[in-house]
């Protein structure tokens, strides 16, 4: 019952900028500390951002000054703003929802890929 759908990937060029969305439904979306994750070819899935109930966010320092993490509580949606991309951001995007071990609830995922 509980969905998480990612949309806005797709393809971008070096130094440029995608905005991924993440739509919650069939959970108390306010309590859940929300996260993107992404997972590139040969490569373990790592945390990228993540924004607590509070408003307090945490990024990979991979990332850190290129990407900013948003929540609209009203619209259930989680959002990745990406700029100044670069080929090491090419991975599958996917979205996460966590209130505790057994709450604990991922999308489907959403291809970016950034060419040089």
């Known amino acids: 019952q509980v969905q998480l759908v990612e949309s806005g990937g797709g393809l971008a060029q070096s130094g440029g900028s995608l905005r991924l969305s993440c739509a919650a439904s069939g959970l108390i979306f306010s309590i859940y500390v929300m996260g993107w994750y992404r997972q590139a070819p040969g490569k373990r899935r790592e945390l990228v951002a993540g924004i607590a109930p509070g408003g307090i966010t945490n990024y990979a320092d991979s990332v850190k000054g290129r990407f900013t993490i948003s929540r609209d509580n009203a619209k259930n949606t989680v959002y990745l703003q990406m700029n100044s991309l670069t080929p090491e951001d090419t991975a599958v995007y996917y979205c996460?929802?966590?209130?505790?071990?057994?709450?604990?609830?991922w999308g489907q995922g959403t291809p970016v890929t950034v060419s040089s």
């Open positions: 996460n929802a966590r209130f505790s071990s057994n709450r604990n609830y």
